[in-house]
C-alpha cells in the first residue's frame, strides 16, 4: 500500500492551497481517509477525515469552515482544500487509510500514512 502525498509549498496568510494524496495497493472505496498535519516538537493532529463513500465528513476545530476535504474514488485520490490559510496552519501534512469505520480522529485508527507534504504560511 503507497500514500503519495502532494500540493503542498509556500504560500501568504489569506491564500490556498490544495492537497492531494493518491493512493495504490488496495481497494480505495473501501477506506476511510483523513489528514494529519504536525510541526517539529509537538504530536500529530488531526485535520479531516472522510468516509468511504465520501458522504459524511469530519474536521478539527480550528480548520472548519476553512479546509474541505473530497475524495475521488475512481481516481484513487483524497484532497484536502485549504482556504483562508494562517501561519498557524504551517506544518508537514499527512495523509492516511482507515481500515475501520470509527471517529477517524486518532491516529491509531489509520494503518498506513504518506510521506507527508509541507505547508508554510508566511504572515
Known amino acids: 500500500v503507497q500514500l503519495q502525498a502532494s500540493g503542498g509549498g509556500l504560500v501568504q496568510a489569506g491564500g490556498s492551497l490544495r492537497l492531494s494524496c493518491a493512493a495504490s495497493?488496495?481497494?480505495?472505496?473501501?477506506?476511510?481517509m483523513g489528514w494529519f498535519r504536525q510541526v517539529p516538537g509537538k504530536e500529530r493532529e488531526f485535520v479531516a477525515a472522510?468516509?468511504?463513500?465520501?458522504?459524511?465528513?469530519i474536521y478539527a476545530d480550528s480548520v472548519k469552515g476553512r479546509f474541505t476535504i473530497s475524495r475521488d474514488n475512481a481516481k484513487n485520490t483524497v484532497y484536502l482544500q485549504m482556504n483562508s490559510l494562517k501561519p498557524e496552519d504551517t506544518a508537514v501534512y499527512y495523509c492516511?487509510?482507515?481500515?475501520?469505520?470509527?471517529?477517524?480522529?486518532?491516529?491509531?485508527?489509520?494503518?498506513?500514512w504518506g510521506q507527508g507534504t509541507l505547508v508554510t504560511v508566511s504572515s
Open positions: 492516511a487509510s482507515a481500515p475501520w469505520s470509527g471517529s477517524y480522529t486518532y491516529p491509531l485508527e489509520y494503518d498506513y
Open positions: 495497493g488496495r481497494t480505495f472505496s473501501s477506506y476511510g
Open positions: 472522510i468516509s468511504r463513500s465520501g458522504g459524511s465528513t
